[in-house]
């Protein structure tokens, strides 16, 4: 990207944007682009309206024009209300939001976007995405870099990337259909004993969990499937359910890689599973790791936690959900004694939060989004603080510094300081550091938060691993695909409580809303007779499809059909497609804020 808009001059080769030869020609650019950079720069002080002046004057927009733009950027971006607040006090979405505006308030050809919706949560990013849409609709080019594979489905055309080199580049569904295999979902227990099994097996390639469903990549297809059953049965398993499903991107991505990986170096040793989960995970019988009751927190007048209650099982891997302050980090630095309840209770590990925080944190670890490691350390550097931080003996210390450079892929690296290290190799050094005692219970703050998808399986792995063993995991994510992993989710909106259960459970309890996908010659043409059909909860682009969430499947897509009809441009079958966690997430969302308002009627 930085190339592209003439910030790095190229070793070797060519390239032109928007008719600008971006070599011989950078100067240029001007006004022809706009670039929104991971850490793009607002100016804190400045009010959300200060802001966008400033960038309007920066490049020499008509007084008259810029007004009415920013009206515009601010209505599309729905910072209205937020027009008079200093940028420093928005929430992240806002910022990233803001940051989109302040970008395109030159009306550029083309829109660069580096990683714009890391670490925003799923509802801003619904907005941000809408907000692409309005430009796309007005004619502007947008390159956007993200890795965010159920992003990238959302996009016309799509490039895959490896060290450098584009391996892949087509539309979504053509790039599906070259995977080479068969996606299949299963239902297998003892689950450890299945996975060990199953990643032994000649002809399987991917092997990843999700809640108590197995996804699988089988290179040999369907001939696979046939024996795959009686192979677990023999091995002591029993298979509850086999099904073929849609491949995704995702999958896509990793077995791209996992082909070019067999060329080169070997892939690196998947952590040791044992035999069987040392935590019981069934319903009869279980210790609970964490248990909060009417947990709350506020700040002055602000309750930033409202009454929270919920138990973890030992060994279960348990997603905390939630938009940009909904009060997931206060809840989590309260369950970690940093923080006291302003009213309730809560234990870990069997201590109580308040009463006996110091004799707690001994059974605690916890990981942080920005990994806690100290950049201008060694990673050997690193662990040997931690190991003293947690008091750990000489020897001990040595043995768990072999444990964590095996398991982070850093074994002859502990010499580099860590700021030189990839993303992925920072992240599992500090879970390393992180889980470097041995706690019973351990502490994930979005811990894959702008980390790329070949990594973030690899993360997901260890935690498998770690919670086969007995750890209890206390997960956030934004990423909504990730929270597929957890045994359980808890989904915190404004402080409150609004949804717990497993994914399944989630989805089989509520009864409205239902997914349907609708392939259409123009996506952008088809948003407009959509935008006020009332069955409709909410739209997206996905590639050349639309992905409608309605409130009843049978009339959503009556009402679907009867919109379009009159403008020609469904071109297929209008099929229901599974509902995802992050439709089932603004599902919640929007049934909670009914019933507020219908509250705050009364």
Known sequence: IQMLCGI?????????????????????????????????????????????????????????????????????????????????????????????????????????????????????????????????????????????????????????????EIIASDVPSALK???????????????????????????????QVFGERLHLLLRNGQELINTLPDRLVAAGVTVEEVKTTTPSLEDVFIAAIE??????????????????????????????????????RRFGTFTAVDRVSFDVRRGEIFGFLGPNGSGKTTTIRMLCGLLP??????????????????????????????????????????IRFYGDVYGLSPRRLAERKRWVLEMAGLTGK???????????????????????????ILFLDEPTSGVDPVSRREFWDLIFALSAQGVTIFVTTHYMDEAEHCHDLGLLYRGRLIARGSPAQLRANMKMGSLIEVPVRDPLAALVPLERVPEIIQTAIFGDKLRILVWESEAGQRAVEEALAPHDLIIGPIQPVPISLEDLFMLFIEMEEAGRKARESV
């Open 8 to 164: 790095l001059t190229p070793t070797a080769g060519s390239a032109t944007v928007a008719g600008v030869d971006v070599v011989r020609q950078a100067s240029n650019l001007g006004g022809k682009i706009g670039y929104m950079s991971e850490g793009f720069t607002l100016y804190g002080s400045l009010s959300v309206e200060e802001n966008l002046d400033f960038f309007a004057e920066l490049y020499q927009v008509p007084p008259e024009v810029a007004a009415e733009r920013k009206e515009k950027l601010l209505r599309f971006a729905r910072l209205e209300e937020a027009r008079h607040r200093r940028a420093e006090h928005l929430s992240g979405g806002m910022k990233k939001k803001l940051a989109l505006a302040c970008t395109l308030i030159h009306q550029p050809q083309v829109l660069f976007l580096d990683e714009p919706t890391t670490g925003v949560d799923p509802v801003s990013r619904q907005d941000f995405w809408k907000v692409l849409y309005e430009f796309l609709a007005e004619g502007i080019t947008i390159f956007v870099t993200t890795p965010y594979m159920d992003e990238a489905e959302r996009c016309h055309r799509v490039a895959l990337m490896r060290r450098g």
């Open 177 to 207: 259909k070259r995977l080479r295999g068969v996606a299949v979902e299963m239902i297998a227990r003892p689950q450890v004993r299945a996975v060990a099994r199953l990643r032994e097996t000649p002809g399987v390639t991917q092997v």
């Open 259 to 296: 082909d070019l990986r067999a060329a080169d170096a070997p892939r690196r040793p998947l952590a040791p599973l044992p035999e069987e989960a040392l935590g019981p995970m069934d319903d009869s019988s279980y210790e609970v790791a964490v248990r909060a009751d009417s947990l709350t």
């Open 341 to 382: 309840p302003s009213e309730g209770t809560a234990t870990v590990a069997g201590f109580d939060i308040v009463r006996q925080r110091t004799a707690m944190k001994p059974h605690i670890g916890y990981m942080s989004q920005k990994f806690s490691l100290y950049n201008d350390l060694t990673v050997a550097e690193n």
């Open 414 to 440: 502990e010499h580099l300081l860590t700021r030189d290290l990839s993303g992925g190799w920072k992240q599992r050094l500090a879970l390393g550091c992180a889980i470097l005692h041995e706690p019973e």
